[in-house]
């Protein structure tokens, strides 16, 4: 997570010294997570307060949020970070590989590659409800193994799994994979079903 320095403290000047704490926990958990909950008894948890302290402390930094708990800075710089990271991997698998080296391999290849097996339709990351998405007391449902497509951007896709009861601790992972377009209607149910969720 980058810290602008001039902009964090022209933003915090105002703070005392824990509501300043609180803030940066929050942040911290913002930047970790992607999102936070919209839960006072959380909120006071991960800014480190008590019930009492949090009610004293809320209205101060609810404003330094926009609405929702989000902040569009930091979702911002996530989704920079994200595509830095995937820019370093994609690098890091040509393993040194020169430009040259990489098409005098590609010349040498005589034959051509098997065609892929067509991949079953997506689901739109806008669908709520799709058919056949239930678990079924047999097996998994019918619609469950098929991908959903990939957002447009990662607060999309956060977003959408938000809506899909996804747990907090599972965001990261299973936004990775809808972005990927790897993500299946059967992972978002099995949270579900954990959760007693319908």
């Known amino acids: 997570m980058k810290t602008y320095v001039g902009d964090e403290a022209a933003a915090t000047v105002h703070l005392s010294r824990d509501e300043f704490g609180a803030y940066e926990l929050l942040r911290r958990y913002y930047w970790q997570h992607g999102c936070l909950p919209n839960d006072d008894d959380r909120l006071a948890r991960i800014a480190r307060a008590t019930p009492d302290e949090w009610k004293n402390l809320r209205p101060v930094i609810e404003i330094l949020f926009d609405d929702g708990w989000r902040n569009a800075r930091l979702d911002e710089e996530r989704a920079n970070a994200e595509k830095?990271?995937?820019?370093?991997?994609?690098?890091?698998?040509?393993?040194?590989?020169?430009?040259?080296?990489?098409?005098?391999?590609?010349a040498k290849l005589?034959?051509?590659?098997?065609?892929?097996?067509?991949?079953?339709?997506?689901?739109?990351?806008?669908?709520?409800?799709?058919?056949?998405?239930?678990?079924?007391?047999?097996?998994?449902?019918?619609?469950?193994?098929?991908?959903?497509?990939?957002?447009?951007?990662?607060?999309?896709?956060?977003?959408?799994?938000?809506?899909?009861?996804v747990p907090s601790d599972q965001l990261d992972?299973?936004?990775?994979?809808?972005?990927?377009?790897?993500?299946?209607?059967?992972?978002?149910?099995?949270?579900?079903?954990?959760?007693?969720?319908a």
């Not at 936004?175 to 969720?197: F, H, K, N, P, Q």
């Open 84 to 106: 830095y990271h995937a820019d370093r991997v994609r690098a890091g698998r040509k393993g040194g590989k020169t430009k040259q080296s990489l098409s005098t391999a590609r």
């Open 110 to 165: 005589k034959q051509p590659e098997p065609e892929p097996e067509p991949e079953p339709e997506p689901y739109s990351a806008s669908d709520t409800e799709p058919a056949g998405w239930a678990l079924e007391e047999r097996g998994i449902g019918r619609g469950s193994l098929r991908r959903f497509a990939a957002p447009s951007n990662v607060v999309e896709g956060r977003n959408f799994l938000i809506n899909h009861n």
């Open 173 to 197: 992972r299973c936004l990775r994979m809808l972005m990927e377009g790897s993500l299946t209607a059967y992972d978002i149910e099995e949270w579900s079903s954990i959760r007693g969720v």
